[in-house]
């Protein structure tokens, strides 16, 4: 029993040696970003490199607000992402309650045509939509960067997988008692899938905040830029602005951080809830 003891504990020791190794890889990036936004750029390549940050961050973010509109574009960034993830967990949810509890014609075809859209490349799919676009005069605006992706593949998967483990039997109950279907929607299903939604909305709010390509052909006014579009506008063919990139990168990772701490207790609930279901 002791021999057991002490390689459970040498397990656990190194498990966690493992884990701390990992955990300062990450943070040391992170770090350096938050010190080079606060030096000057003349010092980006010195040697030693400067490892305490300094006093250059608000000459820095004032060069950046300059060259860019920088916190105009962390509103279209909020505006579009926010409204992206809202419209997204409604489409997706609904669509996951009628894979999970309704037969209807085509059900399985259907559903699996919707998950082989997954592995088709965004560059396949640009230049269709950017002509549907134009045709319906929906370019440099919200609209056209948020409903082409709003029906999300990987969300209905999500849902439907998590919706299955509601028990027909509850659903029937509340049929008997008078519920009409949209009632058992948003009174009995939603309630129930509070942590698969809430790490479906972490998925979807951080793929819409870094999405470049696709927001780069559709948006063409810089006021319209979000952040990824701002932050290329800093790379330029003489000269990259390494001082303003580092600014502009930690204010745009600073709302990942929020989204993710406040969601974190549901967010691995939530992927694991629906992995076993058949």
Known sequence: ??????????WRFGAYIFLMV????????????????????SEFFSWPPRLIPGLQWFDNFQALQENVDF??????SIIIAVAYTALSLVLCSMAGFAFAKYEFRFKEPLFYFILATLVLPIQLLI????????????????????????????????????MQAIPES??????????????LY?????????PSLAALSIILFLNQWQAFLYPLVILQD????????????????????????????SLAVTPIFVVFLTMQQYFIKGILSGSVKQ
């Open 1 to 10: 029993m002791r021999e057991e003891e002490r390689n459970e504990a040498l």
């Open 22 to 41: 990992i955990v300062v890889l990450v943070l040391i990036p992170l770090y350096w970003m938050i010190v080079a936004a606060t030096i000057p750029q």
């Open 71 to 76: 916190l105009n574009s962390i509103g279209n």
């Open 127 to 162: 230049i269709p939509l950017f002509l549907l676009m134009v045709q319906i005069g929906w370019t440099n605006s919200y609209l056209a960067v948020i409903l082409p992706w709003a029906a999300n593949p990987l969300g209905i998967f999500l849902m439907r997988q998590n």
């Open 170 to 183: 509850l659903l029937e109950s509340a049929r008997m008692d008078g519920a009409t279907e949209f009632q």
């Open 186 to 194: 948003y009174k009995i299903a939603l309630p129930t899938m509070l």
């Open 222 to 249: 810089p006021q319209m830029y979000t952040i990824p579009l701002a932050l290329a506008e800093l790379v330029g063919q003489q000269r990259v602005y390494f001082d303003q990139i580092m600014v502009a990168t």
